[in-house]
């Protein structure tokens, strides 16, 4: 009994503690460990410590979105609209060029002037994107979106779909004898066309779309340039100029690795070189892949 008493008393007084005093808040954590990442503001950031921590900030500086300016097209972008007035047109740029300026520029003068046009894209995910962007350029009512499960404003002068429903748009005009009501398609990320599971969409988009409408092609990666324009001239019967963009990449590529212990590394020193500590990973990595799990000992990655 007094062994009971005792364990409902030391009870009563913890009830007691725990009405009267007011629960203490949990300090925050100290990172554990001076690689782990830190805060600014609300959002975390990877942390940068000892040598590489100049790397870093050099990886990092002028990411964001530039200073608003005036627009000035480069020589390539107004070589390839008054071209595309005449003959086909492959323009080959880097990413970041400004390639879709050219199809919007033509598509505005062709709207302008009671014309329609088609723009595909091998992705719905980025015929949603380019849909979205010519609505806000054009209008909701000017732009219409056809894909494998989204069918809107069908009529719209200006149709954004993927490349296989424009192809199969081509073959329902042949069996039905109508003509596809375009008088420009433009094909984005048109190196799909060596795609071994999907490349033959576009070459046979290519090969029936009718003469009368003008292509205008766009690729970032074609290594062969002339040697595809000269083939859509031969089955196509129409001139293809290639336009190319001169100099470096505008919007330089930065490669990082994130460590395991979520430390942010540039993934190349000052020197050019790999990081040091990336390339103790990878080696340690692959002797560890080279041995195997060892039975009772957690393999590290």
Known sequence: MRRSGGHRNR???GDARDRTSPRAEPKPREPSSPYAPQRSGSVALPAATGNYGRELRELLAGIGAPKPAPLKPDPFQL???TTIELEDVLVTAPTGSGKTWIAREEIRRLLAIGKRAWYTTPLKALTNSKYAEFSEDFGPARVGILTGDRKENSNAPLIVGTTEIFRNQLF????????????LVVFDEAHYLADEER???WEEAIILTPPRIRMLLLSATIGNAEEFASWIAEVRGVPCSVVPRPGA????LRAAFLMPDKRLLPLLNLSGKLNSEIARLSEQDQRDRHRGPVRGR????
């Open 249 to 252: 990449r505008p919007v330089p």
């Open 199 to 201: 490349g033959h969409v």
């Open 172 to 183: 329902d005009s042949l069996r039905g004898g109508e003509e596809v009501s375009a008088d």
């Open 298 to 301: 957690r393999r590290r990655w």
């Open 11 to 13: 009870k009563d007084k």
């Open 79 to 81: 070589e390839a609209l």
